[in-house]
Structures are given as structure tokens and as C-alpha cells.
């Protein structure tokens, strides 16, 4: 008997495709999990499909498609133009499909720094903690050092694996930090917001100072110009940044436009069409 093997999100996926590609049904199958899934953490470290090897039972026929012919009814129904499944195939997606991001803030939260409420030692610890209890699941070899810098928390991860946490652009600490955030606010017995920020290796800082450059060429740009200038989709925290870096900028505003992950920042210069009269 030949054996074959298959690979899924989950088992019962791997399963189903068996059957689908080998045109039986579950029933003629001999099944051996040969590796569950592993979601990993979030779904971005140490995801892994599941895979199976199934074997076809023997003196089992594949099953042959069985075409039913439609009733009168359903055949002109055919026939008829289709409104209704026109106007579904417009529809949005289900929100169970759509992919998830940490929450877009409006237009003036983007300019404005975060207010935090004021910050004691337990919850410092709490949050120290929570956040060694989640790395401890991935997991990664590393000790979190927490600190007060400018009204928020800071967490500070370090150890020889905490270079795996900072992800593409950041994605794997801004999924922590969003994370704990929502954790530690929940908690919290201040109505106002607390601010979280979870850093490794130094890479907020080394984001911020890249930001600055960008912002500070983009801004040239546009005053030489006397153009808009756009930049490229960016994150909500990266937006906030290159906000408040022009908002020092007299000569140029900032504005954002787009939606979810392709929300971008727009450099307009002040008064362009006064200069372009002078000029002429």
C-alpha cells in the first residue's frame, strides 16, 4: 500500500485535503500524525503546519463524483441574471478575515504625545512580570529590565535572544508592547492611559534617530519643491513620530490619509503658492 503525507494548519486541514486530492472519503483512510501544529507565539515565532501520512485502506475505490442533475426549478433559476450574489460579491469580508493590526489613532492623536498617569512601583513590577511570563511561553533566553523614562514604562529586554524578538520593522515588539499595554491599562486604577514601551537592543532609539533623518530630508524636499512630499506606510507609532519631529517645522505641516496598513504621512510646505508668486 502507498502511503502519502500532507500538510496543514491543523490535522483535521491535512486531512481534508488528503481526501479532497485522493478522492476518498475520511472513513477509506489510515491516518498518522506525524507532527502537530504549533500556532507559536502570536503566530509570528515558532509557527509550524501540522503533517500527517495517511494510507488508503485497502479493496476502498476512490469515490466517483456524483453530478446530480438540477431540478427545472434551479435550472432557470440559472439562467436569470443573478442580482443578489452580485451586490454578496461586493460585500466586505467577514471581520474574522480580515488581518489584525494594533489600533489605528485618530488624526490628533498621531500629533499629540500620550498623556500617562502617574506610575507606582507595583505597577512597574506588574508589568516587569507580565512581560517575563509571555517570553518565558515563546521561548526566548532573556531578563527584562524595567525603568520610568519621560511619564511611561519602559522594558528593557536583554539576553542573547532578544534579537529574534524585534521582528521585521519591528512588528514582534510592537506585538508585545500592544499586548502588555491592553494587560496593564485593564489593570490599572487610574482612568487615564499608561504608557508601555518594550525595547530590545536599543531599537526604539535607533528607530527614532532613522525617523529624524527621513522626516528632516522629506521636509527639505518639499520646501525646495514646493511640492507634497509622501513617505511610505507606516505604522501608527512611526507616524506619530515624524509628527511631532515636523510639528517643530514652521515651514511645512503634515497631514495623514489612508487607511489601516497603508495609512501614510503627507509633507505639505507652508504658503507654496505665495513663494512660487516671489519667485516669478
Known sequence: MS???????????????????????????EVQVIEESTRGF??????????????????????????????PAVAQAVQEPAVEQKDDATQPPPEAELAWEPEVP????????????????ELVNL?????????QRIPVDAEVVASVVDGAIYLDIRGDGSGLLIGKRGQTLDALQFILSKCINKNAASGRRIEIVVDSENYRQRKRENLRETAL???????KTLK????????????????????????????????????????????????????R
Open 228 to 279: 507634497p512630499v509622501s513617505f511610505n506606510p507606516m505604522p501608527p507609532s512611526e507616524r506619530r513620530i515624524i509628527h511631532l519631529i515636523l510639528a517643530e517645522d514652521s515651514e511645512v505641516y503634515t497631514k495623514s490619509y489612508g487607511e489601516g496598513p497603508m495609512r501614510r504621512i503627507i509633507v505639505y510646505p507652508r504658503k507654496a503658492g505665495v513663494n512660487k508668486r516671489r519667485r
Open 42 to 71: 502570536l503566530g509570528i515565532v515558532g509557527h509550524r503546519d501540522a503533517r500527517i501520512r495517511v494510507t488508503v485502506r485497502p479493496h476502498v475505490e476512490p469515490e466517483e463524483p456524483v453530478v446530480e442533475s438540477p431540478a
Open 3 to 29: 502511503s502519502y503525507e500532507f500538510t496543514g494548519k491543523s490535522v483535521k486541514e491535512a486531512i481534508a485535503k488528503a481526501c479532497e486530492e485522493l478522492n476518498v472519503s475520511e472513513d477509506s483512510l
Open 127 to 135: 508589568s516587569r512580570t507580565t512581560l517575563e511570563g509571555i517570553l
Open 217 to 223: 530630508k522629506m521636509s527639505l524636499k518639499a520646501k
Open 106 to 121: 485618530e488624526e490628533a492623536e498621531e500629533h499629540e504625545p500620550p498623556q500617562s498617569a502617574a506610575i507606582d512601583e
